[in-house]
């Protein structure tokens, strides 16, 4: 699939907004939304792999000859893995500040590639530009990537715009992804003073481990098809509602009220 440009009229007209899909979540309780990045947001084109490969290649001084496996994981967790599957002693890795360094470098080395060999998932601009215009709703993320480099694919894309990045939950706040759901609540409660809990609280992701850190870290979750997983991989995960993608913007936002407002 080609990069989206200007097919799409929320990226060309700033002045764009789906009033129908609007008027649905308009008086939806305070909602704390959180999204995850690579398959859900973006398809980043195998760049994100090539970036842990690279980082492995600065912290090893060679290439790896076993590729990462990243879908759902942290950066610890993907580092950590790659470095034992490549024969790399990984008793004196401990925390992901000893992988910053490698991971920051790869990415700036990287980033060019990310317009080029990837691209905005449908449907996820009008998804972003709806839920912005909702007083009660703060969006932001939830990522296993670093924050410097979950910063660098957002903005490379030009989605920055649309989600608080300050409150998000990184895979630099915590080695387990579920620990991300609660890190991102305390920055939330500390920029805005609002307490957000299992019930309005969303995820938004497309692997398995997603809902296992929305189960684990109280939240609720919408997993979207998107990426390696089918719709009945993630139903068996345990996902609150499935969707095939965010391509129908009526669908995703009935579908995000009918959750938050679900009290079973």
């Given at each position: 699939m080609p990069p989206v440009a200007c097919s799409l009229r929320s990226m060309c007209d700033d002045t764009f907004m789906p009033d129908a899909s609007v008027s649905v979540v308009a008086h939806l309780p305070k909602t704390l939304i959180l999204w995850d990045i690579d398959h859900t947001l973006i398809e980043n084109g195998g760049v994100s792999k090539a970036t842990y490969a690279l980082?492995?290649?600065?912290l090893a001084g060679r290439a790896p000859s076993v590729r990462p496996v990243t879908d759902g994981r942290t950066d610890f967790q993907i580092m950590h893995e790659l470095l034992s599957a490549n024969?790399?002693?990984?008793?004196?890795?401990?925390e992901i500040t000893q992988f910053e360094g490698v991971l920051v470098e790869a990415m700036t080395?990287?980033?060019?590639?990310?317009?080029?060999?990837?691209?905005?998932?449908?449907?996820?601009?009008?998804?972003l530009t709806a839920l912005s215009a909702i007083p009660s709703i703060v969006q932001s993320v939830l990522t296993g990537n670093i924050a410097s480099n979950a910063r660098v694919?957002?903005?490379?894309?030009?989605?920055?715009?649309?989600?608080?990045?300050?409150?998000?939950?990184?895979?630099?706040?915590?080695t387990i992804r579920s620990n991300l759901v609660n890190a991102s609540?305390?920055?939330?409660?500390?920029?805005y003073g609002t307490v957000f809990d299992r019930s309005s609280t969303i995820l938004i992701g497309d692997t398995p481990l997603d809902v296992k850190a929305a189960r684990e870290g109280g939240a609720r979750i919408i997993a979207v098809a998107t990426g390696i997983y089918s719709a009945s991989q993630l139903i068996e995960a345990g996902a609150d509602v499935v969707l095939e993608s965010l391509a129908d913007l009526n669908r995703f936002m009935t579908t995000l009220v009918?959750?938050?407002?679900?009290?079973t």
């Open positions: 980082a492995f290649e600065l024969s790399v002693d990984t008793e004196k890795y401990v080395r990287n980033a060019p590639q990310l317009p080029r060999r990837g691209h905005i998932l449908p449907g996820v601009i009008e998804a694919k957002l903005s490379v894309f030009n989605l920055d715009r649309w989600v608080d990045l300050d409150v998000g939950g990184y895979g630099s706040d915590d609540r305390g920055k939330v409660l500390k920029k009918d959750l938050r407002t679900d009290v």
